[in-house]
């Protein structure tokens, strides 16, 4: 069967930092060299590969280096790796919205993304105005649509709502309206960006349940982004991991995933302290209370399902607070989050105070796998409204290696299809 | 099946898909639809907006102009010599300022999905017609009163040129439109610069002055702006007075063209990266 796409040294390269008086010499100078001189682009030889955490040398990163595969006619191709690993940055490249730095992509058929539904629509035109609208914009004629219409309708489910002005919409049905319409675009090659992190479960379900016909009933090719490893499984046939801008490991989907976990697990850490710093932190936050460093109580990262799991936290005041709590997120390998800890509003400290708080979590039932934890401080719930103070992704790192210390429940082995929770029991 | 899609870092120079652009004509016609419809919704007045700003600017420039200043208008009726300066300039001055932001007002879109974006600035320079169509009515009816209350206005066979007059008007406004918002998505600066050039553009052209006043010696400098011969034989083939030349009608013709391609030839290659840039 004939490849629907051809990715070849797709590199792509971004010049870091402002625009200034000093980007127009350099301009100048880049455009003398390549269109007077007719000589090769120089900066194209240099930059650095894109690691974020890290401050480089060189003005210039390369979000993307080299990438070469391709896609054969009808598979569900997932691309899977950590932020700013270059998924998006290669599906605008493949959907045109930029164009690469180097090399070149040759495809069969006409290519529709997904890059964010309801791109374009107005918010002062109706419903069907809008579908319209957005089926041009996606490269439908007029009669297309026309002949869709009344499917598109029917699937977003906001029928009753189709003669009002967009602005009026739930952001749901905003992305109903905007799925629905991508979805019977009918191209030879769709590519999506996690679409599915929004609309309630109803309709993810009616999505994928789409895709997979779009794939499999017509031979066509779907380029499927996410960080749900458990979607990526599922829907795709083949899979590739990012990393650094990379193209690291090209396989079928599953062993795709299982090679990211394993990766990530490898980098599984025995520390039971951390100290935080600022490449934990993804977004700036107050910091009326910051997180200094968080450590396992025990000195241990190996736990038991009954265990109890103690996380002490080391806490600084930038400002006089009081009913503030500290929690935290539970993930598996996967990204998977798994549950959420978190204490009471009761702590309070003073400005430039410094001080420990230790937050037991018991009855986690948590079965036998690796975890990581990202925590942080805040306050509220959700009916006051919950304040983030300070949030550090990734913190701590642990296994839980047994069921019970004590006593040895009656499993040989946990299957991972069991899921994360062991509920305990009891007969009555 | 061959391959339908190619995707290179740079294009050539020369290289414009026009059969691309012919494509996606529906979304030209639905964005062209979407401007007209959307500029008015939730107003009161409505498209009727259309007519009373022309009819206030006559106004204030009977009284400044005409009434203050006291400046000839070749012995035309002051209303229809102004509005008909006003409505051929603004048409002109609106799909410019609307086309040279073309990249920066809509990054979003552009940033999530691809289309020829040539669509977007054409689409502008197409809906305003509708505007500049509404308005010429309300020219043809203050002309008609004039007419028949007896002025000594008549039309001659130069009229026949007004389409071809609004065609340089909006194949003007769009080259420039263009070309500013292809070198306004790095380098800011360029739209305050622009802003103020379009405003000061207006009192080098015969809108609220005829022509006929500048002396001959300095006539070529107004006459170097390509809008200038267009307004003036618009007056001319409308109401008889005015100063027609086909030597400047061809060179803002010539103008016109060769600006044109130009604009696409940058707005082509900068389409491709701006994203990057913007």
Known sequence: MPSAIEFENISKQYRLGIVSTQTISHDLKRWWITNIRGKEDPYLKIGEVNDRAHKGNSDYIWALKDINFKVEQ??????????????????????????????????????????????????????????????????????EIKRKLDEIIDFSGVERYIETPVKRYSSGMTVRLGF????????????????????DAEFQKKAIGKMQDVSRGDGRTVLFVSHNMGAVKNLCSKGIILENGCLVYASDAVSAVDEYVRKKESLFSNDTEIVISSRHRERIMSLDVEVLTVKFEKESNNFSTKDPISITFKLKGNKDTDHFHVGGIVLDFEDRPIGIFFGEDILCIKKGEIKDVTLMINNHNLSVGKY???AGTGKGNHITGVADFDIVNNVLDFEIDEFDKDQQLGFAKWYSAWGNILFSTSYK | MDYTTVIKPKNKLLEVDFKEIWRYRDLFSMFVKRNIITQYKQTILGPAWFVIQPVLQTIMFMIVFGGIAGISTDGLPQALFYMLGIVSWNYFSDCLNKTSSTFTDNQAIFGKVYFPRLIVPLSTVASNLVRMGIQFVLFIAVYLYFVFTGSHIAPNIYILLIPLLVLMLAGLSLGFGIIISSMTTKYRDLTILFTFIVQLWQYATPVMYPLSIIPDRYRWIVALNPITSIVETFKYGTMGTGVFSWAQLTYSFVFMVILLAVGVVVFNKVQRSFMDTV
Do not use: Q, W
């Not at chain 1, 599906?91 to 964010?116: C, D, F, M, N, Q």
């Not at chain 1, 041009?136 to 009669?143: C, E, L, N, Q």
């Not at chain 1, 629905?180 to 929004?198: G, K, N, Q, R, S």
């Open chain 1, 74 to 143: 009808g598979d569900v191709l997932g691309i899977i790796g950590k932020n700013g690993a270059g998924k998006s940055t290669l599906l605008k490249i493949l959907s045109k919205v930029t164009a690469p730095s180097t090399g070149e992509i040759r495809a069969r058929g006409r290519i529709a993304s997904l890059l964010e539904v309801g791109t374009g629509f107005h918010p002062e035109m109706t419903g069907i105005e809008n579908i319209y609208m957005n089926g041009a914009i996606m490269g439908m004629t007029k009669p």
């Open chain 1, 372 to 374: 990581y934890v990202n």
């Open chain 1, 180 to 199: 629905a319409i991508a979805a019977h675009l009918e191209p030879e090659i769709l590519v999506v960006d996690e679409v599915l992190a929004v609309g």
